[in-house]
């Protein structure tokens, strides 16, 4: 039997992420083979992930990044199982590498399959499902391009946002970061009135009819007083058209004309936990 020291324990643990104890394990059983040794690790996080496959992972860390052009911005969240891991400091960590390495991709599944330290991003997830032993994964994955992106991420790592602004104009930084602190806050349904999804309008239509069908309003009346609680509808719950909370004598487009006349807000991500 090879001798195990603790300097390759300590690589060891480096190298993967896994406790002390289940490095000098794996390179015991490994017969002091590194590679091998790493392999047996992974195995153990393949065998963790499927136990807990179907446990809840609504705790974790919501991260957005922006390129450095401040062009294109993306969100994700690395979801796991418990607060107490989520606010790890390796946890964290490895969310802002991960959302890092996510700015270079469209979509959820591509970033899944890129590399990530010699292992594909799901690969590491598996890796970390074994080392925390938790169920860990990718949960909100949001791209957002514009002609200026800024982020937000709020305090806690619970909710982070994108928006997306027409120019790159004096001021665009400040009017995107209030902007995205905004959707964080606010939590809107849609940018503006367009994006609000036809089966949404026909639910709050249903809901204001109801309303009025019990306070006794004649049936002939509830189209028109229907409409006008739908327009309050879309005051409250699409971002442009919100009052800004900074200020709730204008709205967020307002604020942002404030800024330039001819700014506008043109889209915003959110991605929460819980």
Same mark, same amino acid.
Request: net charge negative.
């Given at each position: 039997?090879?001798?195990?020291? %603790?300097?390759?324990?300590?690589?060891?643990?480096?190298?993967?992420?896994?406790?002390?104890?289940?490095?000098?394990?794996?390179?015991?059983?490994?017969?002091?083979?590194?590679?091998?040794?790493?392999?047996?690790?992974?195995?153990?996080?393949?065998?963790?992930?499927?136990?807990?496959?179907?446990?809840?992972?609504?705790?974790?860390?919501?991260?957005?990044?922006?390129?450095?052009?401040?062009?294109?911005?993306?969100?994700?969240?690395?979801?796991?199982?418990?607060?107490? &891991?989520?606010? #790890?400091?390796?946890?964290?960590?490895?969310?802002?590498?991960?959302?890092?390495?996510?700015?270079?991709?469209?979509?959820?599944?591509?970033?899944?399959?890129?590399?990530?330290?010699?292992?594909?991003?799901?690969?590491?997830?598996?890796?970390?499902?074994?080392?925390?032993?938790?169920?860990?994964?990718?949960?909100?994955?949001?791209?957002?391009?514009?002609?200026?992106?800024?982020?937000?991420?709020?305090?806690?790592?619970?909710?982070?946002?994108? &928006?997306?602004?027409?120019?790159? &104009?004096?001021?665009?930084?400040?009017?995107?970061?209030?902007?995205?602190?905004?959707?964080? %806050?606010?939590? @809107?349904?849609?940018?503006?009135? +367009?994006?609000?999804?036809?089966?949404?309008?026909?639910?709050?239509?249903?809901?204001?009819?109801?309303?009025?069908?019990?306070?006794?309003? @004649?049936?002939?009346?509830?189209?028109?007083?229907?409409?006008?609680?739908?327009?309050?509808?879309?005051?409250?719950?699409?971002?442009?058209?919100? #009052?800004?909370?900074? +200020?709730?004598?204008?709205?967020?487009?307002?604020?942002?004309?404030?800024?330039?006349?001819?700014?506008?807000?043109?889209?915003?991500?959110?991605?929460?936990?819980?």
């Amino acid at each position: 039997m090879a001798k195990i020291t %603790a300097a390759e324990v300590n690589k060891l643990r480096k190298t993967t992420g896994a406790g002390m104890m289940d490095c000098k394990n794996a390179l015991v059983e490994a017969d002091g083979d590194f590679e091998k040794a790493i392999e047996i690790l992974r195995k153990k996080g393949q065998k963790v992930a499927a136990k807990r496959a179907d446990r809840d992972s609504s705790e974790g860390a919501a991260i957005a990044k922006v390129n450095s052009d401040s062009t294109s911005g993306v969100i994700i969240s690395l979801n796991c199982e418990t607060d107490f &891991v989520a606010k #790890n400091d390796g946890f964290v960590t490895l969310a802002n590498e991960l959302a890092d390495l996510a700015l270079g991709y469209d979509s959820k599944a591509d970033f899944l399959a890129a590399s990530f330290n010699g292992l594909s991003v799901q690969e590491k997830l598996t890796e970390q499902t074994g080392v925390i032993g938790e169920k860990i994964e990718i949960g909100g994955f949001s791209k957002l391009n514009a002609a200026f992106v800024g982020s937000y991420i709020h305090a806690g790592n619970k909710i982070a946002t994108l &928006v997306g602004l027409s120019e790159a &104009v004096d001021g665009a930084a400040v009017a995107a970061k209030d902007v995205a602190m905004q959707a964080a %806050a606010m939590n @809107p349904v849609a940018l503006n009135e +367009d994006g609000v999804d036809q089966s949404v309008i026909d639910k709050e239509i249903e809901i204001a009819k109801d309303q009025l069908r019990q306070e006794g309003k @004649p049936e002939a009346m509830l189209d028109n007083i229907a409409k006008g609680k739908l327009k309050r509808f879309f005051k409250d719950n699409t971002l442009v058209n919100q #009052n800004f909370i900074k +200020d709730s004598k204008q709205s967020v487009a307002q604020y942002v004309k404030s800024v330039d006349a001819e700014l506008v807000v043109t889209g915003f991500e959110r991605v929460a936990l819980g």
